[in-house]
Protein backbone atom coordinates (compact mmCIF):
# COMPACT_ATOMS: atom_id res chain seq x y z
CA UNK A 1 0.00 0.00 0.00
CA UNK A 2 1.33 3.20 -1.22
CA UNK A 3 2.36 5.36 1.74
CA UNK A 4 0.05 8.08 2.96
CA UNK A 5 0.62 11.54 2.19
CA UNK A 6 0.42 14.27 4.81
CA UNK A 7 -1.82 16.66 4.42
CA UNK A 8 -1.60 20.06 4.18
CA UNK A 9 -3.27 22.33 6.12
CA UNK A 10 -6.13 24.88 4.62
CA UNK A 11 -4.27 28.46 5.00
CA UNK A 12 -6.72 31.48 5.67
CA UNK A 13 -5.08 34.33 3.52
CA UNK A 14 -5.52 37.34 5.52
CA UNK A 15 -5.20 39.53 2.73
CA UNK A 16 -8.40 41.41 1.14
CA UNK A 17 -10.35 39.37 -0.85
CA UNK A 18 -10.32 41.95 -3.92
CA UNK A 19 -6.86 41.32 -3.84
CA UNK A 20 -7.39 37.98 -5.46
CA UNK A 21 -10.33 38.52 -6.91
CA UNK A 22 -10.78 42.10 -9.00
CA UNK A 23 -6.87 42.61 -9.32
CA UNK A 24 -5.36 42.93 -12.93
CA UNK A 25 -2.00 42.80 -13.86
CA UNK A 26 -1.50 46.93 -13.75
CA UNK A 27 -2.55 46.47 -10.32
CA UNK A 28 0.62 43.99 -9.77
CA UNK A 29 2.48 46.19 -11.63
CA UNK A 30 1.96 49.04 -9.56
CA UNK A 31 3.13 46.75 -6.46
CA UNK A 32 6.77 46.50 -8.57
CA UNK A 33 9.61 48.98 -6.69
CA UNK A 34 11.10 48.60 -9.94
CA UNK A 35 8.48 50.69 -11.91
CA UNK A 36 8.32 53.14 -9.02
CA UNK A 37 12.11 53.45 -9.00
CA UNK A 38 12.34 54.42 -12.74
CA UNK A 39 9.47 56.39 -12.76
CA UNK A 40 10.07 58.57 -9.82
CA UNK A 41 14.07 58.87 -11.61
CA UNK A 42 12.61 60.28 -14.70
CA UNK A 43 10.35 62.59 -12.75
CA UNK A 44 13.12 63.90 -11.07
CA UNK A 45 15.85 64.45 -13.75
CA UNK A 46 13.38 66.42 -15.63
CA UNK A 47 12.59 68.50 -13.27
CA UNK A 48 16.18 69.17 -11.91
CA UNK A 49 17.32 69.88 -15.51
CA UNK A 50 14.83 72.42 -16.52
CA UNK A 51 14.12 74.54 -13.22
CA UNK A 52 18.07 74.51 -12.24
CA UNK A 53 18.67 78.36 -12.75
CA UNK A 54 15.89 78.67 -9.69
CA UNK A 55 17.46 76.34 -7.52
CA UNK A 56 20.73 78.33 -8.26
CA UNK A 57 18.89 81.46 -7.56
CA UNK A 58 17.34 80.57 -4.73
CA UNK A 59 21.18 79.77 -2.94
CA UNK A 60 22.52 82.57 -4.10
CA UNK A 61 19.51 84.75 -2.19
CA UNK A 62 19.43 82.52 0.59
CA UNK A 63 23.15 83.05 1.15
CA UNK A 64 23.62 86.91 2.04
CA UNK A 65 20.84 89.13 3.19
CA UNK A 66 21.62 91.65 0.74
CA UNK A 67 21.58 89.36 -2.38
CA UNK A 68 18.37 90.43 -4.16
CA UNK A 69 16.70 88.31 -6.70
CA UNK A 70 17.30 90.92 -9.70
CA UNK A 71 20.22 92.06 -8.41
CA UNK A 72 21.56 88.05 -8.25
CA UNK A 73 19.82 87.54 -11.90
CA UNK A 74 21.70 90.84 -13.52
CA UNK A 75 24.89 89.83 -11.98
CA UNK A 76 25.08 86.47 -13.36
CA UNK A 77 23.56 87.95 -16.57
CA UNK A 78 26.19 90.30 -17.05
CA UNK A 79 29.19 87.82 -16.78
CA UNK A 80 30.75 85.62 -18.98
CA UNK A 81 28.78 82.27 -19.87
CA UNK A 82 25.15 83.67 -18.70
CA UNK A 83 23.68 80.76 -20.08
CA UNK A 84 25.70 78.05 -18.61
CA UNK A 85 26.41 79.91 -15.24
CA UNK A 86 22.76 79.40 -14.57
CA UNK A 87 23.07 76.13 -14.82
CA UNK A 88 25.96 75.52 -12.72
CA UNK A 89 25.23 72.56 -9.81
CA UNK A 90 23.30 70.58 -12.49
CA UNK A 91 25.41 67.42 -12.80
CA UNK A 92 25.05 67.11 -8.46
CA UNK A 93 21.00 68.87 -8.94
CA UNK A 94 20.56 65.97 -11.31
CA UNK A 95 22.10 63.15 -9.14
CA UNK A 96 20.47 64.44 -5.97
CA UNK A 97 16.60 65.10 -7.61
CA UNK A 98 17.13 61.64 -9.84
CA UNK A 99 18.22 59.43 -7.19
CA UNK A 100 16.40 61.20 -4.44
CA UNK A 101 13.10 60.82 -6.45
CA UNK A 102 13.32 57.24 -6.90
CA UNK A 103 13.94 56.38 -3.55
CA UNK A 104 11.05 58.56 -2.12
CA UNK A 105 8.55 57.92 -5.01
CA UNK A 106 9.62 54.35 -4.55
CA UNK A 107 9.41 54.11 -0.61
CA UNK A 108 6.19 55.98 -0.26
CA UNK A 109 4.60 53.86 -2.89
CA UNK A 110 5.52 50.47 -0.55
CA UNK A 111 4.51 52.45 2.50
CA UNK A 112 1.06 53.50 1.23
CA UNK A 113 0.54 50.05 -0.58
CA UNK A 114 1.06 48.33 2.84
CA UNK A 115 -1.04 51.12 5.03
CA UNK A 116 -3.62 50.73 2.13
CA UNK A 117 -4.12 46.82 2.42
CA UNK A 118 -4.10 47.10 6.23
CA UNK A 119 -7.11 49.99 5.79
CA UNK A 120 -8.88 47.88 3.30
CA UNK A 121 -8.68 45.20 5.25
CA UNK A 122 -10.06 46.76 7.87
CA UNK A 123 -12.80 48.78 6.53
CA UNK A 124 -14.07 45.32 4.89
CA UNK A 125 -14.22 43.20 7.83
CA UNK A 126 -16.23 46.74 9.24
CA UNK A 127 -18.19 46.50 6.09
CA UNK A 128 -16.90 50.12 5.19
CA UNK A 129 -16.76 51.10 1.76
CA UNK A 130 -13.78 51.67 -0.33
CA UNK A 131 -12.97 54.81 -2.16
CA UNK A 132 -14.29 56.21 -5.56
CA UNK A 133 -13.11 57.44 -8.51
CA UNK A 134 -10.22 59.28 -8.46
CA UNK A 135 -7.67 61.15 -11.16
CA UNK A 136 -4.65 58.58 -9.79
CA UNK A 137 -4.21 54.69 -10.00
CA UNK A 138 -2.43 55.28 -7.41
CA UNK A 139 -3.53 53.82 -2.91
CA UNK A 140 -5.65 56.36 -1.39
CA UNK A 141 -5.08 56.86 2.06
CA UNK A 142 -6.47 58.85 4.77
CA UNK A 143 -5.50 62.53 5.92
CA UNK A 144 -3.06 61.13 8.62
CA UNK A 145 -1.34 58.40 6.67
CA UNK A 146 -0.72 61.03 3.87
CA UNK A 147 0.14 63.13 6.15
CA UNK A 148 2.72 60.54 8.20
CA UNK A 149 4.09 58.35 4.97
CA UNK A 150 4.99 61.68 3.06
CA UNK A 151 6.91 62.61 5.99
CA UNK A 152 9.21 59.53 6.17
CA UNK A 153 9.75 58.32 3.08
CA UNK A 154 10.95 62.12 2.27
CA UNK A 155 12.59 61.81 5.57
CA UNK A 156 14.87 58.62 4.46
CA UNK A 157 15.39 59.86 0.86
CA UNK A 158 16.75 63.23 1.86
CA UNK A 159 19.16 62.09 4.89
CA UNK A 160 20.29 59.19 1.91
CA UNK A 161 21.23 62.22 -0.31
CA UNK A 162 22.54 64.59 2.25
CA UNK A 163 25.79 64.03 0.90
CA UNK A 164 24.90 64.64 -2.57
CA UNK A 165 22.76 67.72 -1.30
CA UNK A 166 25.96 69.43 0.33
CA UNK A 167 27.81 69.01 -2.89
CA UNK A 168 25.09 70.77 -4.84
CA UNK A 169 24.08 73.54 -2.43
CA UNK A 170 28.27 74.54 -2.57
CA UNK A 171 28.91 73.78 -6.27
CA UNK A 172 25.39 76.64 -6.82
CA UNK A 173 26.72 79.25 -4.34
CA UNK A 174 29.98 81.97 -5.31
CA UNK A 175 31.55 81.50 -1.98
CA UNK A 176 33.23 78.27 -3.31
CA UNK A 177 35.11 78.01 -6.28
CA UNK A 178 34.70 73.92 -6.71
CA UNK A 179 35.96 72.56 -10.61
CA UNK A 180 34.60 68.98 -10.19
CA UNK A 181 32.34 66.81 -7.82
CA UNK A 182 35.79 64.81 -6.58
CA UNK A 183 37.72 67.90 -5.72
CA UNK A 184 34.91 69.48 -3.76
CA UNK A 185 34.16 65.97 -1.79
CA UNK A 186 38.37 66.18 -1.18
CA UNK A 187 38.10 69.56 0.14
CA UNK A 188 34.81 68.55 2.37
CA UNK A 189 36.28 65.63 3.88
CA UNK A 190 39.48 67.04 4.45
CA UNK A 191 38.22 70.27 6.40
CA UNK A 192 35.56 68.62 7.74
CA UNK A 193 35.79 65.29 7.78
CA UNK A 194 32.53 63.04 6.92
CA UNK A 195 29.95 65.19 8.89
CA UNK A 196 31.05 68.03 6.58
CA UNK A 197 28.76 65.58 4.07
CA UNK A 198 25.47 65.82 6.53
CA UNK A 199 26.35 69.47 7.21
CA UNK A 200 22.31 71.00 7.84
CA UNK A 201 20.71 67.80 8.26
CA UNK A 202 18.57 68.38 10.95
CA UNK A 203 17.58 71.61 9.41
CA UNK A 204 17.09 69.85 6.03
CA UNK A 205 15.11 67.13 8.48
CA UNK A 206 12.93 69.40 10.13
CA UNK A 207 11.87 71.34 6.61
CA UNK A 208 11.39 67.99 4.29
CA UNK A 209 9.51 66.16 6.72
CA UNK A 210 6.59 68.59 7.26
CA UNK A 211 6.87 69.76 3.92
CA UNK A 212 6.16 66.60 1.93
CA UNK A 213 4.17 65.29 4.67
CA UNK A 214 1.78 68.46 4.10
CA UNK A 215 2.90 68.22 0.17
CA UNK A 216 0.88 64.58 0.31
CA UNK A 217 -2.11 65.57 2.35
CA UNK A 218 -3.01 68.28 0.35
CA UNK A 219 -2.24 67.11 -2.91
CA UNK A 220 -4.58 63.80 -2.36
CA UNK A 221 -7.09 66.23 -0.37
CA UNK A 222 -7.05 68.54 -3.73
CA UNK A 223 -7.21 65.76 -6.12
CA UNK A 224 -9.78 63.90 -4.59
CA UNK A 225 -12.19 67.44 -4.47
CA UNK A 226 -10.71 67.81 -7.65
CA UNK A 227 -11.60 64.62 -9.23
CA UNK A 228 -15.31 64.37 -7.57
CA UNK A 229 -15.77 67.97 -9.61
CA UNK A 230 -14.80 66.86 -13.01
CA UNK A 231 -16.31 63.65 -12.79
CA UNK A 232 -19.78 65.11 -12.70
CA UNK A 233 -18.90 67.14 -15.38
CA UNK A 234 -17.70 64.52 -17.68
CA UNK A 235 -21.27 62.40 -16.25
CA UNK A 236 -23.60 65.26 -17.06
CA UNK A 237 -21.52 65.33 -20.74
CA UNK A 238 -22.35 62.28 -21.50
CA UNK A 239 -18.43 60.35 -20.54
CA UNK A 240 -18.25 57.21 -19.05
CA UNK A 241 -17.10 57.47 -14.41
CA UNK A 242 -13.55 57.16 -15.47
CA UNK A 243 -11.79 60.44 -15.80
CA UNK A 244 -9.96 61.11 -19.45
CA UNK A 245 -6.51 61.41 -19.45
CA UNK A 246 -6.13 65.16 -19.71
CA UNK A 247 -8.45 65.41 -16.93
CA UNK A 248 -6.58 63.14 -14.81
CA UNK A 249 -3.20 64.91 -15.73
CA UNK A 250 -5.00 68.53 -15.62
CA UNK A 251 -5.90 67.74 -12.04
CA UNK A 252 -2.95 66.31 -10.79
CA UNK A 253 -0.88 69.13 -11.92
CA UNK A 254 -3.03 72.27 -10.28
CA UNK A 255 -3.20 70.07 -7.17
CA UNK A 256 0.37 69.79 -7.42
CA UNK A 257 0.78 73.76 -7.91
CA UNK A 258 -1.45 74.11 -4.72
CA UNK A 259 0.01 71.73 -2.14
CA UNK A 260 3.84 72.78 -2.73
CA UNK A 261 2.73 76.54 -2.68
CA UNK A 262 0.84 75.94 0.78
CA UNK A 263 4.06 73.52 1.86
CA UNK A 264 6.68 75.65 0.96
CA UNK A 265 5.89 78.97 2.67
CA UNK A 266 5.37 76.68 5.91
CA UNK A 267 8.86 75.14 6.44
CA UNK A 268 10.53 78.45 4.34
CA UNK A 269 12.49 79.27 7.43
CA UNK A 270 14.03 76.17 7.85
CA UNK A 271 15.03 76.03 4.00
CA UNK A 272 16.88 79.26 4.75
CA UNK A 273 18.24 77.88 8.03
CA UNK A 274 19.96 74.76 5.89
CA UNK A 275 21.14 76.84 3.30
CA UNK A 276 22.96 78.99 5.69
CA UNK A 277 24.67 75.89 7.49
CA UNK A 278 25.21 74.18 4.55
CA UNK A 279 27.50 77.23 3.16
CA UNK A 280 28.90 78.42 6.48
CA UNK A 281 29.60 75.41 8.96
CA UNK A 282 32.30 77.88 10.70
CA UNK A 283 29.66 80.05 11.18
CA UNK A 284 26.84 78.36 12.10
CA UNK A 285 27.09 75.94 14.80
CA UNK A 286 23.28 74.13 14.47
CA UNK A 287 19.74 75.02 13.71
CA UNK A 288 18.99 76.61 16.72
CA UNK A 289 22.29 78.55 16.88
CA UNK A 290 21.67 79.68 13.70
CA UNK A 291 17.66 80.29 13.73
CA UNK A 292 18.81 82.66 17.10
CA UNK A 293 21.33 84.64 14.94
CA UNK A 294 19.85 85.03 11.73
CA UNK A 295 16.61 87.01 13.85
CA UNK A 296 18.90 89.22 16.00
CA UNK A 297 21.19 90.27 12.87
CA UNK A 298 19.27 90.24 10.22
CA UNK A 299 15.50 89.82 11.28
CA UNK A 300 12.54 87.84 10.80
CA UNK A 301 12.94 88.56 7.04
CA UNK A 302 15.78 86.28 7.00
CA UNK A 303 13.91 83.55 7.39
CA UNK A 304 11.84 83.97 4.36
CA UNK A 305 14.48 84.89 2.06
CA UNK A 306 14.43 83.31 -1.65
CA UNK A 307 10.52 82.47 -0.60
CA UNK A 308 8.84 83.61 -3.49
CA UNK A 309 11.38 82.25 -6.12
CA UNK A 310 11.22 78.56 -3.75
CA UNK A 311 7.45 78.98 -4.05
CA UNK A 312 7.94 79.05 -8.20
CA UNK A 313 10.17 76.37 -8.16
CA UNK A 314 9.03 73.85 -5.54
CA UNK A 315 5.21 74.82 -7.59
CA UNK A 316 6.45 73.85 -10.91
CA UNK A 317 9.09 71.50 -9.90
CA UNK A 318 6.50 68.92 -7.32
CA UNK A 319 3.61 69.66 -9.71
CA UNK A 320 5.67 68.53 -12.66
CA UNK A 321 7.37 65.46 -10.79
CA UNK A 322 4.36 63.79 -9.64
CA UNK A 323 2.24 64.63 -12.47
CA UNK A 324 5.29 62.94 -14.48
CA UNK A 325 5.33 59.93 -12.17
CA UNK A 326 2.01 59.59 -12.08
CA UNK A 327 1.23 59.71 -15.59
CA UNK A 328 4.32 57.12 -16.27
CA UNK A 329 2.53 54.87 -13.98
CA UNK A 330 -0.92 55.13 -15.33
CA UNK A 331 0.36 54.34 -18.75
CA UNK A 332 2.85 51.61 -17.40
CA UNK A 333 -0.31 49.93 -15.80
CA UNK A 334 -2.76 50.34 -18.88
CA UNK A 335 -0.01 49.51 -21.53
CA UNK A 336 0.71 45.88 -19.20
CA UNK A 337 -3.52 45.59 -19.21
CA UNK A 338 -3.39 45.62 -22.99
CA UNK A 339 -0.88 43.49 -23.39
CA UNK A 340 -2.32 40.83 -21.10
CA UNK A 341 -5.67 41.23 -22.54
CA UNK A 342 -3.89 40.20 -25.80
CA UNK A 343 -2.05 37.45 -24.90
CA UNK A 344 -4.68 36.03 -22.90
Known amino acids: MAPSRARRPHL ?6 REFTNETQGDRLLKTPTVHFLAGASSGVLSAVLLQP ?42 RTGCGSAIYFSGLNALRQKVARATLLASEESG ?57 SRDIFKTEGLRGFFAGFGATAVRDAPYAGLYVL ?4 SKR ?13 GGGERLSSSASLGINFISGVMAAGLGTTVTNPFDAIKTRLQ ?8 MLQAGKRML ?35 RAESRWDERVESVV
Do not use: C
Request: no cysteine; charged share 20%.
Open 54 to 95: ADLLKTRVQQARTNTLLATIKLIASGPNPIRHFWRGTLPSTL
Open 225 to 237: RLSTIATKIEEKA
Open 128 to 184: GKVASVHSSSLPKLSNTANLATGAVARTWAGFLMMPITVLKVRYESNLYSYTSLFSA
Open 279 to 286: LMPGRYAN
Open 296 to 330: KEEGVGSLFDGLGIRIARKAVSSALAWTVYEELIR
Open 12 to 17: VSTAPA
Open 218 to 221: FYEL
